[in-house]
């Protein structure tokens, strides 16, 4: 059953200088216990997509469906609180907090603090590699790759049901990548989450489960791999 889908879906942005129709009229839907990725070329609207698939943008046209409600109806930064946790290609990190303080914010949103807290935020950091010595700096004190696994485990920490990740690899070496690849497919096909990824790295998206292709704001191709 689909915990997530995209009907008719478009969103349009303008400034100044012009009108950009970076998703045109997509359908699409999304299960709990596979992972996806979106690809396509550098503007072709995946991350937009993305971006309105966690509610950090709300459709110009069509819906996004949440567990088959409409999610424009919705509290958006609840749904996002308790659903969808993003990861940013960006980070996104607090810059003033700790790697731990960083990894334990999502859960503080929850109102889940103290041991448990401490004791998830470990559990995750330490998956991505992250060690014990490291909990004590401040962003700016990592490299990008470090950056980005601290990124993930804060996202994976909160525990939501969808996991919405724009270019998760894209600052990490091989060896990195391999670790973060198999543990969002494991979030999948052993947690039963939904994992959507949007990257440009066919590698990866080819060990998903499915691949929609994006061209243009258009979905072109929907190709479905297990």
């Known amino acids: 059953m689909e915990i997530l889908r995209a009907e008719d879906l478009s969103f349009t942005y303008k400034n100044k200088y012009q009108t950009v129709n970076a998703v045109k009229n997509v359908t699409c839907g999304f299960e709990k216990g596979k992972a996806y990725a979106i690809v396509g070329k550098s503007g072709s609207g995946k991350t937009t997509l993305l971006s309105v698939l966690a509610g950090l943008e709300v459709p110009t046209e069509g819906k996004v469906l949440f567990d088959g409600q409409d999610l424009s109806k919705l509290n958006r930064d609840t749904y996002r609180r308790d659903h969808a946790a993003v990861i940013y290609q960006s980070y996104n990190l607090f810059p ?53 696994r601290v990124a993930i485990a804060r996202a994976l920490a909160a525990g939501n049901e969808i996991i919405l990740a724009d270019e998760p690899t894209g600052n990490l070496d091989v060896a990195n990548s391999e670790l973060v690849v198999n543990m969002l497919l494991e979030l999948a096909h052993k947690d039963g989450r939904c994992v959507i990824v949007v990257t440009h790295d066919l590698d990866l998206a080819e060990r998903m489960d499915a691949i929609y292709t994006m061209c243009d704001g258009i979905m072109t191709m929907e190709n479905t791999l297990k």
């Open 96 to 148: 003033l907090l700790t790697v731990m303080e960083n990894a334990r914010y999502s859960m503080r949103l929850k109102g889940i603090k103290g041991e448990a807290a401490a004791k998830r935020a470990e559990q995750e950091l330490d998956a991505v590699g992250i060690k014990k010595e490291q909990y004590r700096r401040f962003p700016p004190q990592l490299s990008g790759g470090e950056q980005q």
